[in-house]
């Protein structure tokens, strides 16, 4: 059964630093994209970044120049190296991958149970 985890999160001053971690774990053929998302409780889920399975980034434009997304095929994880955290990046973050099970051709999207990220004084 695959499974995403993530860990990394806490309570972090304004202008601190985070690095989040997420695990794809269980029978796994192959992982595409891998994608951060935050949610404020009340507000809808928001995407935040994407590393495909090439290295290529993207970011929605209020974290681009402070969040980095990163991924190791290898070992099956994703990373979100966030710098200079504000008070508005506070959230609950999740993982979401495509993963392709082993035995399967066609992969499924994933999510993780979520980290969450406080930032405050």
């Known amino acids: 059964q695959v499974q995403l985890v993530e860990s990394g999160g806490g309570l972090v001053q304004p202008g601190g630093s985070l690095r989040l971690s997420c695990a794809a774990s269980g029978s796994i053929r192959s992982i595409s994209d891998m994608h951060w998302y935050r949610q404020v409780p009340g507000k809808q889920r928001e995407w935040v970044a994407i590393?495909?399975?090439?290295?290529?980034?993207n970011y929605v434009d209020s974290v681009k120049g402070r969040f980095t997304i990163s991924r190791d095929n290898a070992k099956n994880m994703a990373y979100l190296e966030m710098n200079s955290l504000k008070r508005e990046d506070t959230a609950i973050y999740y993982c979401?991958?495509?993963?392709?099970?082993?035995?399967?051709?066609?992969?499924?999207?994933?999510w993780g149970q979520g980290t969450q990220v406080t930032v405050s004084s």
């Open positions: 590393v495909t399975s090439g290295g290529s980034t």
């Open positions: 979401y991958a495509i993963i392709t099970p082993s035995g399967r051709s066609v992969g499924n999207g994933y």
